[in-house]
């Protein structure tokens, strides 16, 4: 059988059928064609046994060639290591959205055998190669995959079409979606907080008062009942539920009040002190131990003691509220990269994860009682100090909210700052 000049694949000089070489060489003799007539695509043969998994090419064009700037032995080596990551694109039946799936170079190489069995039960493959020829180029692979099982040989007939232009034009789009959702999501939280402010000054001038006076009536009324009858018992749950009114109305004013930070500097083990001292008596009536595990050398904040101390109570007692009979709390002080973590670990029964992704939302809470302000409200203080509050569930325990605050450096009172 007559072999090209510049063949260097295997097929053609091994002992495989007449017939796998028979197609192999037609193949190859169109493929020359093709690239007589000047196009785009730059064609190759793939091929490699079943059993070894081991790629080579069996022809490459010459225009991949002098992409790839290597003799056509070399190519399927050189190809793997320009590759930065494989994306594909699908979209299920009735769904208009097309979905990205990115595959990194180092998961490509592990997961290579999975990835070309599922190739050969589709029978083709469209993918886009992320190069890193001539800075980042894209690449999109279009082909068709055949197996000869008697061989034990799996070819690939493929194209490669450069498809650097489209996809630095799909990334730009996708940078300004992102800048348009940034900016809609700072008009909507501007808005929010107007509304809520204005919200807050009314019901402060409408309700505040009425409750007061609802509450004093009640307590003169309560003082001329005989005590532990019917209508005493019945006042005092107006009264409590007054106070409660009272207390909600209270947090509602402190969440959307504009904050003025003061800063000073604070140990963070002073911090977390204050904290346990705070609630020590509401500890020891729970059955709860507050348990503090840190690391040496930790670095100074530069916080508002008072407001920071606010949330990390709100953050505590959502733990101890996880424990309605008894158990542990572990706080966590770490040094992270320009930052310290605080990781407060409860040992109850965590969060849903569907209710997870609304549990800093003003108002929402799960709980029989309570505003659902606690949260909302550590969350615009430590943002306020430039870090983030998550919570994350754990296995083997309850719930975890992990707070990183960075390193800063300073003195004086910042300017009030909106949430």
Same mark, same amino acid.
């Given at each position: 059988?007559?072999?090209?000049?510049?063949?260097?694949?295997?097929?053609?000089?091994? @002992?495989?059928?007449?017939?796998?070489?028979?197609?192999?060489?037609?193949?190859?003799?169109?493929?020359?064609?093709?690239?007589?007539?000047?196009?785009?695509?730059? &064609?190759? &043969?793939?091929?490699?046994?079943?059993?070894?998994?081991?790629?080579?090419?069996?022809?490459?064009?010459?225009?991949?060639?002098?992409?790839?700037?290597?003799?056509?032995?070399?190519?399927?080596?050189?190809?793997?290591?320009?590759?930065?990551?494989?994306?594909?694109?699908?979209?299920?039946? *009735?769904?208009?959205? &097309?979905?990205?799936?990115?595959?990194?170079?180092?998961?490509?190489?592990?997961?290579?055998?999975?990835?070309?069995?599922? !190739?050969?039960?589709?029978?083709?493959?469209?993918?886009?190669?992320?190069?890193?020829?001539?800075?980042?180029?894209?690449?999109?692979?279009?082909?068709?995959?055949?197996?000869?099982?008697?061989?034990?040989?799996?070819?690939?007939? *493929?194209?490669? @079409?450069?498809?650097?232009?489209?996809?630095?034009?799909?990334?730009?789009?996708?940078?300004?979606?992102?800048?348009?959702?940034?900016?809609?999501?700072?008009?909507?939280?501007?808005?929010?907080?107007?509304?809520?402010?204005?919200?807050?000054?009314?019901?402060?001038?409408?309700?505040?008062?009425?409750?007061?006076?609802?509450?004093?009536?009640?307590? !003169?009324?309560?003082?001329?009942?005989? $005590?532990?009858?019917?209508?005493?018992?019945?006042?005092?749950?107006?009264?409590?539920?007054?106070?409660?009114?009272?207390?909600?109305?209270?947090?509602?004013?402190?969440? @959307?009040?504009?904050?003025?930070?003061?800063?000073?500097?604070?140990?963070?083990?002073?911090?977390?002190?204050?904290?346990?001292?705070?609630?020590?008596?509401?500890?020891?009536?729970?059955?709860?131990?507050?348990?503090?595990?840190?690391?040496?050398?930790?670095?100074?904040?530069?916080?508002?003691?008072?407001?920071?101390?606010?949330?990390?109570?709100?953050?505590?007692?959502?733990?101890?509220?996880?424990? $309605? *009979?008894?158990?542990?709390?572990?706080?966590?002080?770490?040094?992270?990269?320009?930052?310290?973590?605080?990781?407060?670990?409860?040992?109850?029964?965590?969060?849903?994860?569907?209710?997870?992704?609304?549990?800093?939302?003003?108002?929402? @809470?799960?709980?029989?009682?309570?505003?659902?302000?606690?949260?909302?409200?550590?969350?615009?203080?430590?943002?306020?100090?430039?870090?983030?509050?998550?919570?994350?569930?754990?296995?083997?325990?309850?719930?975890?909210?992990?707070?990183?605050?960075?390193?800063?450096?300073?003195?004086?009172?910042?300017? $009030?700052? $909106?949430?």
């Amino acid at each position: 059988m007559l072999i090209p000049e510049q063949y260097s694949g295997r097929i053609l000089r091994g @002992t495989y059928s007449p017939a796998l070489r028979q197609h192999l060489r037609r193949s190859i003799e169109r493929l020359e064609a093709f690239e007589c007539l000047g196009l785009a695509p730059m &064609v190759y &043969v793939a091929a490699w046994k079943e059993r070894e998994k081991i790629l080579w090419y069996e022809f490459v064009g010459q225009q991949l060639l002098h992409l790839l700037d290597c003799p056509g032995n070399q190519a399927a080596a050189r190809f793997r290591s320009l590759v930065l990551d494989q994306r594909t694109y699908s979209s299920q039946d *009735g769904d208009l959205n &097309v979905h990205e799936k990115i595959i990194p170079s180092g998961r490509l190489r592990k997961d290579r055998d999975d990835l070309r069995e599922h !190739r050969l039960q589709a029978g083709r493959m469209e993918a886009i190669y992320k190069m890193n020829i001539a800075g980042t180029s894209w690449l999109k692979d279009s082909s068709v995959l055949e197996l000869w099982r008697a061989d034990g040989i799996c070819l690939s007939f *493929g194209c490669l @079409t450069d498809v650097s232009k489209e996809m630095k034009q799909k990334d730009q789009i996708h940078r300004e979606n992102m800048i348009v959702q940034r900016d809609k999501s700072i008009l909507v939280a501007a808005e929010r907080t107007n509304a809520l402010n204005n919200m807050a000054v009314r019901l402060g001038h409408e309700i505040r008062n009425p409750i007061t006076s609802l509450g004093g009536l009640v307590k !003169r009324l309560h003082a001329l009942c005989e $005590p532990e009858t019917k209508m005493a018992r019945y006042l005092k749950v107006i009264e409590h539920e007054a106070v409660r009114l009272e207390n909600i109305l209270a947090g509602f004013v402190a969440y @959307t009040r504009t904050l003025e930070l003061r800063r000073e500097p604070i140990e963070p083990r002073a911090l977390l002190g204050s904290i346990l001292c705070l609630l020590k008596t509401e500890l020891a009536e729970q059955g709860i131990e507050l348990l503090i595990h840190d690391q040496a050398d930790l670095p100074t904040l530069f916080i508002d003691r008072k407001l920071m101390e606010e949330a990390l109570l709100h953050v505590v007692k959502n733990g101890i509220e996880a424990l $309605p *009979g008894g158990g542990t709390i572990e706080c966590f002080l770490e040094r992270a990269e320009g930052a310290l973590r605080i990781r407060i670990r409860d040992h109850g029964a965590g969060i849903q994860e569907n209710l997870r992704a609304r549990i800093f939302e003003p108002f929402f @809470t799960t709980k029989v009682y309570g505003a659902g302000l606690g949260l909302s409200m550590a969350d615009k203080v430590i943002q306020l100090h430039g870090g983030t509050l998550s919570l994350q569930a754990g296995q083997g325990w309850g719930s975890e909210a992990v707070i990183l605050l960075p390193e800063q450096i300073g003195t004086g009172a910042s300017p $009030p700052l $909106p949430r």
